[in-house]
Structures are given as structure tokens and as C-alpha cells.
């Protein structure tokens, strides 16, 4: 950056307090030397009209009443130098020499028995021109005074450059020293003019980029690692197919480890664009019962079930990823569970409780625990809500705390 915002602004101020100096000083000079010139006119006009009427009334050319104005009675008498700048045919005239003089010159036609005899106004006016000898006496201090107030704009625009260019430098300077990922906050923000618009808006742009990389970030370190394990589990299942044939165990192995992979691609895609799909008030009854009847149709015996819920259950929440969560809870469940598991569904002091009974005798499931508690915490964190996981010899629990249940619900 060559220049900075706060230098050409600088400049254009500088430069335009400049020009209008320049402009009013010469608009200034213009205006004092047409008032000397129209002065000098309207004498030479009043001069004229009373010779004019003097001539009409006694026949004779009167002297001029103005002694800085003389009568000349042919155009041959007229001063040499005055000669050379003006025609006889010339009607008016402004003559400068080199000694000082100024004249101005005037045409007077009188008729004179059926003719008409000119004559000559000739007005000397240096000692009129007021505005020559004003610079020359007074030159100086208008020059000071000129130098001045000059100094005094390039002053008043160095300051107002800066304080209009300075909340932008502190902006740029803000963003600068943004650390990545470190949240922006932006003292321009609570300013109620365009510099305000613009730090909010890019206080939202920045945040909503920083979200976008963290989810795309934990996008692939989930692909990396909730993915392994079920992808082992179809390596090492169909490396034995080279040494046997698989039986029925063996495809369910690979046919659930299938399932995982496509539970957990569903879920990864979901948090993956939960920064774009809004929240809404939804009845979590619903996706509870959406839950069991597809494990229904899977073939589970909802014999074991016990279910306690209110007739409503709202919640705030994404529709979407409420639906993954209870699902992969009731999933999770069944598959740790067993076939004969006791499946408890209570809802009680705010708290939506999934329980499990677990057969001490029943061998661990390949799929562990954590895995889908780390899934099943950011589902939670997504919405804004906490997840909280108990479990003991006899019994596996998984507590849902929805955000902003509605009142009387609780």
C-alpha cells in the first residue's frame, strides 16, 4: 500500500481547501478591478452627458468638471502613446504605458449644424487605482494573512482526515491482528453509521467463516476417526473370506458395520450443515415415535418397552438432527442391548431419559461407546443442548436435555 486512505483523503481535502483559496483570491481581484473600471466609466459617462447637454444649450465645449479629465477636441491631439493602443474610430479605450500612466479613453459625437463633431474624453485614472497601491502598501500582510488561513485548512483537513479515516485504521488494524480462529470482536461495531454496518457485517462474515471451517475441520477428523472401526471390521471380515467361506454371522458383521458407516456419514453430513438450517419448535414425542416404528419395521419386539412421556414434548431444536440423535440413542441401545434388552423411554424433571438394561453374560459388540458419544455430543452442542451418559453393570442411560421446553411440559 502506497498511500494510505488517511493520505489521499488528506490530499483531496488539501487540495480542495487549496483551490477554493485560489479561486476566491482571484475571484477576489477580478471583482476589485471591474468596480475600478466601472467606476471610472460612470465618471467618464456623467462627464460626457454634461458636456453633451452644455453643448445643446450654449453651442460651446465646456472644460470637464473632473480634473482627472480632459476635453480633447480632435483625435491628432490625442498623446502619441495613446495613438498607438486606440483607433481613431474607437469609441472607448483603455491605454497602459510603460511610465505609469493609465488612461481611458472616451468618444463624444455632438452635432454641429448637420454634421457631427467628435470629440475626446480623456481620463488619467492612475490615482484611482486604488487596488494597485493597495497590494503595493499593504501587500505583505495580505500575503501573511493569505499564508495563513491556508496553513489553517491544510491544518483543519490534516485533523479531519484523521478523524474521519481513523475508525477505519482501527478497524483495519483490528483485523490485522486477528488471531485465526480467535472470535472477531470489533469496537466499530456499536457505531451507528456505515463504519458500524460494515464491522458488523464483517464481524458476522469472518465468525460465519471461522464456523465454517471448524465444521469442515471436524468433518474430516470424524471421517478419519468414527469411520475406522466398522471399516476394520469389514477388512478383517472379508480378509477371511479367502480362507473359508462366510456364513450368516459374518454378513450380519458386514451388513451392520454397513449400517454404522451409513448412520454416522448421515450424521457427519448433517453437522456438517448445521450452521445453516434453523431452529423451529418441534414435538419431540414425535421423532421418538418415528424412532421406535423404524426399529419396528427392522424387526425388533417392542415387548421390553417402557415408555412415560407427556402427550406433547416440545422442544427447540433442528428437526434433523433431534431425529439423528434419538435415533442413533434408540440404535445404539438395541445394538448393546441385545435382542432381550429393556428398553425405558421416561421424560421427568426436564430431562428425557433412554435406558437399556445390558446382559452381564452377553459378549461386547464390536462398536464401542465413545465413538457415538462423541457423535452423539456434537448432535447436542449443535442444537444447544446438554447430553449427559450413566452407566453401570445393569444398565446403560443416555439423558437428553432439550433447550426451551415449553412451559408446562417440564
Not at 456505515?194 to 460465519?208: D, K, N, V
Not at 476417526?225 to 480378509?239: A, D, I, Q, S
Amino acid at each position: 500500500m502506497n498511500k494510505s486512505i488517511r493520505q489521499r483523503l488528506f490530499a483531496a481535502l488539501a487540495g480542495f481547501a487549496l483551490l477554493i483559496c485560489v479561486c476566491y483570491t482571484g475571484l477576489a481581484l477580478v471583482i476589485a478591478y471591474v468596480t475600478e473600471d466601472m467606476l471610472v466609466e460612470r465618471l467618464l459617462e456623467r462627464e460626457a452627458a454634461a458636456i453633451a447637454a452644455h453643448f445643446r444649450s450654449h453651442g460651446e465645449v465646456p472644460p470637464a468638471n473632473s480634473d482627472l479629465v480632459r476635453v480633447i477636441g480632435g483625435y491628432a491631439l490625442l498623446p502619441a502613446v495613446v495613438r498607438r493602443q486606440a483607433g481613431p474610430g474607437d469609441a472607448r479605450a483603455e491605454v497602459f504605458t510603460s511610465t505609469g500612466q493609465h488612461y481611458h479613453l472616451r468618444a463624444l459625437d455632438l452635432p454641429s449644424g448637420g454634421a457631427v463633431r467628435r470629440l475626446y474624453l480623456l481620463a488619467d485614472v492612475a490615482p484611482l487605482l486604488v487596488v494597485s497601491k493597495l497590494i503595493q502598501e499593504v501587500g505583505g500582510v495580505l500575503i501573511f494573512v493569505a499564508l495563513a488561513l491556508i496553513g489553517l485548512a491544510l491544518l483543519l483537513a490534516w485533523r479531519l482526515s484523521r478523524r474521519l479515516v481513523e475508525p477505519l485504521r482501527l478497524l483495519a488494524h483490528e483485523v490485522r491482528k486477528l488471531a485465526p480462529g480467535e472470535p472477531p470482536r470489533f469496537s466499530a461495531r456499536r457505531r451507528p453509521d456505515e463504519i458500524g454496518y460494515l464491522a458488523e457485517r464483517l464481524g458476522s462474515s469472518i465468525a460465519a467463516l471461522q464456523a465454517a471451517l471448524r465444521r469442515e475441520h471436524a468433518f474430516t477428523r470424524d471421517v478419519s476417526h468414527e469411520l475406522r472401526t466398522p471399516l476394520t471390521v469389514m477388512h478383517n471380515t472379508l480378509g477371511l473370506a479367502h480362507a473359508r467361506p462366510l456364513d450368516a454371522r459374518d454378513v450380519a458383521e458386514l451388513q451392520a458395520s454397513l449400517d454404522e458407516i451409513r448412520g454416522v456419514v448421515d450424521v457427519l453430513f448433517a453437522l456438517a450443515r448445521a450452521g445453516h438450517i434453523d431452529t423451529e419448535l418441534l414435538d419431540l414425542r414425535a421423532c421418538i415415535e418415528q424412532g421406535l416404528l423404524r426399529l419396528a419395521e427392522e424387526g425388533w419386539d417392542s415387548a421390553g418397552l417402557q415408555l412415560d412421556l407427556p402427550e406433547r414434548l416440545m422442544a427447540s431444536g433442528n428437526r434433523q438432527l433431534a431425529g439423528l440423535l434419538i435415533n442413533n440413542c434408540l440404535a445404539n441401545a438395541l445394538f448393546h442391548g441385545g435382542p432381550a434388552t429393556r428398553l425405558s423411554i421416561v421424560f421427568a424433571d426436564g430431562a428425557l431419559s433412554i435406558a437399556n438394561s445390558i446382559d452381564g453374560g452377553r459378549p461386547r459388540r464390536v462398536q464401542g461407546f465413545r465413538h457415538g458419544q462423541d457423535l452423539l455430543l456434537r448432535i447436542a452442542q449443535a442444537m444447544c443442548w446438554e447430553l449427559r451418559f450413566e452407566s453401570d453393570a445393569a444398565a446403560y442411560r443416555v439423558a437428553i436435555v432439550p433447550q426451551a421446553l415449553a412451559p408446562g411440559l417440564r
